[in-house]
């Protein structure tokens, strides 16, 4: 079987499929026969504790509403016991080598195609019953233990694939043992394909129905340059799918010569080129790479794979300072917390559950939470004095905001004085995200230290189309008219205050783009580290002057495909790929 989706981390992988239902929870994978009695077991012990809580349940019909309403439970207490469920479901752990989860669903499968095939209106109402014993059963499996902690104990190399992949999924698992990542949703700039990218671990997402149609267990190769994924594949597709890979391991070699050459474009304009990264430990890939510093460090990463404990000020403290350490000499952009309140790792009282991305997100819900933002603020001042930092804000969308962030920044440095700390002056600056800020660029570089423009964020709200749909990427289109007026707009009001202006969305690693920012004088860009041997090779062979003059072609184009054509016309000559 033969999956097509979008290829989002390139390289290829071939594993073991272990599959993840987000929204159910459950996760699917093949065990070793070793496991097998564990499996079992597990099963038996979801179905006492079913017993438990059903024969509870009927009791408490019982005394409220009266015997004869109780015995509708007695039908579920009797499934439990039914060769059909349980016995079948532990056949199926033996005979498959599957895990428990995974054995119950086939059984629940197998008996509602068997209720369907008869006309008996009893049954198809037990079949209500049933799914509702096994919805049970499951929800007990969940939590018997953590399933992530099940996938830590797999041999590798394992194809995870899911519904809805979350970095913070990936964070909690060890990347070593993953070929590949496959989702049902998610696309280029989705925070699970950045991380992807920037582990080096090939992903295809958008794939709709992969989580349903792959079975646990399966074998599966992905290529994640191309977008296909091979369920089953033979010897020979194998063979194929790992030339494929050392094809493009031999193009990234083929860049590295680069890797320690400045940016500098052929007629001499200097461009700093600096990294993208999640975790401290990235810094000193990024170095290898040939970054010249950390362009954006997503702090809210260690929040995925540290949850509350990496909230507390001095755990915060000990990752920025080993990130600043680690990069020194180079400096080091740390962004606040962009995290929406669902995923701040706290049980939050007064606040709305919403997990809408224009609600209280990144800057807002640091100001909304002084406490943790304080904290935030303080480990970040205090790792200031080890290398050279500057903090940036997300999703900044007015003065106010950054005027109130600011002096949040001044009251940390205080509290850390009063405690006899020295703190450094640290610049501070605001992602260009939000369609405002673009386009009020002017009045926040007064106050701003510098800019670093997220065009990931900053296309999806101008353009509303939401990054993480697949069904609209189409529309994701960062050459729009729209686009590149914000743009120059944001770069022009830097250089009239004499701010820094960087590109940090994925757009900077992509080399056709990467030329139009440069002609629109954008000379600062940060993206994954495995992107900046390639962007080099680009912009080596890339005239500034002359790209200025296609930008400024491009800014008079009235639609997308036109900016391409000035774009591709100028490019077309060049071995660029
Ligand atoms: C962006 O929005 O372009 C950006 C760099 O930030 P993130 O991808 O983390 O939202
Ligand atoms: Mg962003």
Known sequence: MRLKGLGVSAGVGVGTAVVLHRASGDLGFSVPARRVPREIERLQAARTAAREQISHIKDRIASSAGAEHAYLFDAQLLMLDDRMLIDRAIEIIRNHLVNAETALQRTLEEISALFDKGDDPYLRERRGDVSDVVGRLSGNLRAGGDPLAFVRELEGPLVLVADELTPSIIAQLDWHRLAALVSDEGSWTYHTAILARSIRIPAVAGLRNASAVIAPGALVAVDGTTGEVIVGPDEATIAEIRARGRQRAQFEESLDEFRRLPGVTADGVAIRLEANIESPDDAPRAHERGADGIGLFRSEFLLAAGGQAALAEEAQYLAYRQLVTGAAPAAVTIRTFDVSQAQMPIEQVGFDGSRSPLGLRGIRLSLAMDDIFQAQLRALLRAASHGSMRIMFPFVSSVEELRAAREAVARAAASLRARGIDVPRVPTGVMIEVPSAAITADLLAA?????????????????????????????????????????????????????????????????????????????????????????????????AADVTRVAARALRAATAADVEKELTTFLAPQPVK
């Open 447 to 543: 106050e701003a230290d510098f800019f670093a423009i997220g065009t990931n964020d900053l296309i999806q709200y101008c353009l509303a189309v939401d990054r993480t749909d697949d069904r609209v990427s189409r529309l994701y289109e960062p050459l729009h008219p729209a686009i590149l007026r914000m743009l120059r707009n944001v770069a022009r009001a830097g250089r009239r205050r004499h701010i820094r202006v960087s590109v940090c969305g994925e757009m900077a690693a992509d080399p056709v783009l990467l030329t139009l920012l440069v002609g629109l004088g954008v000379t600062e860009f940060s993206m994954s580290p495995t992107a900046i041997p390639l962007a080099k090779q680009v912009l080596r062979d890339l005239n």
